[in-house]
């Protein structure tokens, strides 16, 4: 049986365990062990002189092999060309991304470097799977140092429109990159779609039917790959925290209050400045509403030496006190903005506790949060997803109330109408987006791609 090798700029390591990796993490591992193989990537680590050769860490059948950056790679590779020219166009805002050739030079150079150091490492019959826009270039440079192994990559994040894509003045160069891998994996049809616009019409490939796209001199294989979550996993979780495990505190919550809860990293993409101003025009629009809802807000620091993320720290601190200044009362704050980190079972703690899950970027890959929050909740109590339609995890999700993230009316009005919901359609909403939930749990989605994989390589 072939190994895998998985390539992704984080590596979760060997020690982080079910309790503290994420359910993408441990569904990687599960799989690394079952089949033996490789988990390659930055070690986290920004140091002066660039070391020879990967750190290595062995458990078991699994090899860990991390490199450090050094600092003009973190700044130039990774928060310069992926954290401020790759993720504000992927997710729509051109506003924010910054073109630099020196800052896209440095990201192939440590793509070329990650094949260099990985190649070593690899067996004959490796299936290699790279996940995300840092990395997309990797293919293209293991194939030139003459890896022929079947090599596959799962953008996690969108892709965006043709018209957004061109904007990027190495975009050809790039999406030629990603035709390199035999396999190219998305999270939704509208990214699919988008990709084959780009290769119709920007790059003159062609599009063969049976999921095959020929462009520049390669036939790769172009499917839909929604990742999931730990269904059953976050299941039992939370009915270990609705038996009383986890943070005393977490216990105390006032019954006399309803609590709407957003869980998201401190990222612009997310929507929060827009999510704190539709929770302001619901608490406007809702008088009644007022003293007995509170929207908790928890989203830890990402990215901070990126001077967009530091922006929008200091913009949505601003909106947070100046909303809790005009609706506050002396026994109520309107927003609880914690800006900070929780352990998991905090977090399905605070699912369990909000009658809301209130998931509103602006642009987002999928949002595991929304499914999370979903799978988290008292299966004869549930409470009501509402969730952007720029989620990727909207297109499954159909028993969410959908909403614009940018229109505030809209928003408010989601709100009022999940807190006014009957059980019977609570339960009815739940138990549809559960269903599609366990059929397309995270497992399901990594056998699916490591299946497509093992087809390689795909011929016209
Ligand atoms: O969701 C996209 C993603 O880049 C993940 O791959 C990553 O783990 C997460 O955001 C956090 O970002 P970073 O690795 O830049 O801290």
């Known amino acids: 049986m072939s190994r895998l090798v998985v390539v992704s700029n984080r590596v979760a390591k060997a020690t982080d365990g079910k309790g503290r990796a994420g359910g993408l993490a441990v569904a990687l591992q599960d799989a690394l062990k079952k089949l033996g193989g490789v988990w390659f990537g930055w070690s986290g680590s920004v140091v002066a002189k660039q070391q020879d050769k990967p750190e290595i860490v062995q458990a078991g059948p699994v090899t860990y092999a991390t490199l450090d950056l050094t600092r003009k790679q973190y700044n130039e590779y990774y928060n310069g060309f992926a954290n401020r020219t790759l993720w504000p166009l992927f997710h729509y805002r051109l506003d924010l991304a910054a073109f630099s050739q020196q800052n896209y030079s440095s990201y192939r150079e440590v793509n070329t470097l990650f094949a260099s150091k990985l190649k070593p490492l690899l067996k004959n019959d490796d299936l290699i799977w790279v996940h995300d826009y840092h990395l997309i270039p990797l293919g293209e440079e293991l194939r030139r140092a003459g890896v022929t192994q079947p090599m596959g990559f799962f953008l996690h994040t969108p892709f965006p429109a043709m018209e957004v894509m061109t904007v990027l003045p190495s975009n050809l160069d790039l999406v030629r990159a990603l035709c390199a891998y035999d396999v190219v994996g998305f999270q939704t049809e509208n990214d699919l779609r988008a990709f084959l616009d780009y290769i119709v019409n920007e790059a003159g490939g062609g599009i063969m039917g049976n999921h095959l796209v020929h462009a520049f001199g390669n036939t790769l294989r172009v499917e839909i790959f929604p990742i999931g979550i730990d269904v059953e996993e976050l299941e039992k979780t939370a009915q270990e925290v609705g038996r009383g495990k986890g943070s005393r505190r977490m216990r105390i919550k006032p019954s006399n209050r309803t609590w709407i809860v957003g869980v998201d990293r401190l990222d612009y993409s997310k929507g929060l400045v827009q999510r704190f101003q539709s929770f302001e025009r619901f608490l406007e629009s809702h008088p009644a509403y007022r003293g007995a809802v509170t929207l908790v807000q928890i989203a830890p620091p990402s990215r901070s030496e990126v001077i967009e993320y ?62 999370e929050y979903v799978a988290a909740q008292n299966p004869e109590d549930p409470g009501v997803l509402v969730l952007s339609r720029f989620a990727g995890a909207a297109r499954e999700l159909e028993g969410a109330l959908t909403v614009n993230p940018y229109d505030a009316d809209g928003v408010a009005d989601a709100l009022a109408i999940a807190l006014k919901m009957t059980i019977e359609e609570r339960l009815e909403r739940w138990n549809a987006m559960m269903d599609v939930m366990r059929a397309n749990n995270v497992t399901v989605w990594r056998d699916n791609f490591i299946e497509t994989l093992r087809g390689a390589p795909y011929e016209v």
Request: aromatic share 12%; charged share 25%.
């Open 310 to 371: 530091r922006d929008i720290r200091h913009t949505l601190e601003g909106e947070a006190g100046r909303i809790n200044g005009r609706f506050g009362e002396f026994d109520w704050v309107p927003i609880n903005y914690l800006s900070k980190s929780y352990t998991r079972i905090e977090l399905v703690g605070f699912y369990q506790a909000s009658r809301i899950g209130l998931v509103t970027p602006l642009r987002d890959g999928m949002n595991l949060v929304a499914k």
